[in-house]
């Protein structure tokens, strides 16, 4: 039987993070650790329980969801950290992401979306609905595309269409599929576009591809 995946609710509202705890209770495969009201509780509590997954509030008193993102990824920079919050603004998921959120949703998700996020957020993928993609896209589209690195030029033309996938938020599964080539290959390929780029995360790069334009390959 597989370990089940360590969640650790961070939320300064109790209502809510009581109904998510009782959302997550009900599935196997799923446990919650802890549950913290504030950032700074949550940083402290992530070091004791050392979750797998933190579903992360983004605007709480004190310590911001932000700052609260970037001190839990400060020792654990591979830990996965999902946004949940009520915030559609572009610039709060261009911020996070590039704070090296592992995902950004909406509190409003259905709670199968929300189980299935967790877990892809646990085995590494990223997980954004795509609504909130397209407004990163807009975002960075409303400007001038950054001009590319000379690291970019580097990337083969398959890792440049895993790239555009990326920003799209697909899983492995998904990319194999788009491109008829087996999983562990996709995974490979990931891994080798991560390094390359000097990134740490699949939703960094997927932000990298967004602003340095590189999406034009999304069907």
Known sequence: MSTPVRVLLVDDHTLFR????????RQTGIEVVGEADSGAEGVKLATIVQPDVVLLDLNMPGLSGVETLQLLLQDTPQRAVVMLTVSEDADDLAMALRAGARGYLLKNIDAAFLVTAIQRAAAGESVMREAMTTKLMQQFRAGAATPLPSDE????PREREILACLARGESNKEIARRLDLAESTVKIHVQN????LGLSSRVQAAVYAVEHGLTQSLG
């Not at 030029?153 to 083969?156: D, G, K, S, V, Y």
């Not at 576009?193 to 390359?196: F, T």
């Open 153 to 156: 030029a580097r990337l083969t």
């Open 18 to 25: 009581s109904g998510v705890r009782a959302l997550l209770a």
């Open 193 to 196: 576009i991560l390094k390359k």
